[in-house]
Nanobody, 122 residues
Framework: VQLVESGGGLVQAGGSLRLSCVGS????????MGWYSQAPGKQREFVAA???????NYKDSVKGRFTIARDNAKQTVSLQMNSLNPEDTGVYYC?????????????????WGQGTQVTVSS
């Protein structure tokens, strides 16, 4: 199993970034896919998730600014991030799990990517 993230970078406050994660080695369409972030010195925390049925869940602070989407044909999950602020800075990880319950933001997921850095300057 492999999850490979891309799309991170440095952006000014108010700007946008689009993260992508390509999955392989598992039946992508049957898995819940999620994004987590880890700020310096802090624990990794839930950002957004999308179920195999397309249902979504977001952390309160990103609602209306971030959009998670999936393309099962390309085995890709994306995270469109708009109106970024410095508090969004961190390493963003892609995650995958077959259990539907993880969409609520559970901490244990079966598979994780290596992460991509997002830095928002003020």
């Amino acid at each position: 199993v492999q999850l490979v993230e891309s799309g991170g970078g440095l952006v000014q406050a108010g700007g946008s970034l689009r993260l992508s994660c390509v999955g392989s080695g598992f039946t992508f369409s049957r898995y819940v896919m999620g994004w987590y972030s880890q700020a310096p010195g802090k624990q990794r925390e839930f950002v957004a998730a999308i179920g195999s049925d397309g249902s979504t869940n977001y952390k309160d602070s990103v609602k209306g600014r971030f959009t998670i989407a999936r393309d099962n044909a390309k085995q890709t999950v994306s995270l469109q991030m708009n109106s970024l602020n410095p508090e969004d800075t961190g390493v963003y990880y892609c995650a995958a799990d077959p259990w539907k319950g993880v969409i609520t933001g559970a901490s244990h997921w079966d598979y994780w990517g290596q992460g991509t850095q997002v830095t928002v300057s003020s």
